[in-house]
């Protein structure tokens, strides 16, 4: 900032020597015959071109070496500056490239072991499906065989209940006042027997 402002003060000094310089013969522009024109004319336009352009040569040497030194350095710094976060950008892009080609590696990883973790879950609920099935194959037969166990039962009821009730009428049919007096004797000889 400080340099701008020197070559600013620069180059408006410039431009005022000049037109302190020239006011001069801008002055005389309307006066007899024209003195540029001759020999004299010629050595003093050429001597004024030398002080003007030997004092503007003078003032850039003077002052715009440290000007342009300094905004050599800005440039210099600044091109450091961005070489140095293109580096950085570079090297964060080459993260990225080195992840997004490590991505389809990790994506097929996964798939993987999605397929693998499908593969035994859908195992697992085969293994337990089937457990299952026998368990229930197993629970079904024993209530069949209970079932079977109670239906025979209640059968040998019914069959019993059936022939105590035949038995009972065949021997209601059969039973007469003299077959009930010998059954009669037969009990009290048995019981006189037992009592010995």
Known sequence: MKACWRFGSFVVSVFVMIFFLTLPALAAEGAAPDPVES??????????????????????????????RANAR???????EATAAKAEAERELGEVEAKIAHLDHEIAELRETARRSWAAESERLRTTGLAEIEKIKQAAAAELAASARAAQQQLRAIAASMAVKRAA???????????RSRMFRSFLGELGRSTN
Not at 74 to 80: D, G, K
């Open 74 to 80: 800005a440039i210099a710094a600044a091109i450091l």
């Open 169 to 179: 009428a065949l021997v209601s049919a059969r039973m007469n006042p003299e077959v």
């Open 39 to 68: 020999t004299t004319g010629l050595i003093f336009r050429w001597l004024n071109f030398l002080i003007v352009f030997g004092g503007a040569g003078y003032l850039i040497a003077k002052h715009g070496g440290a000007f342009f």
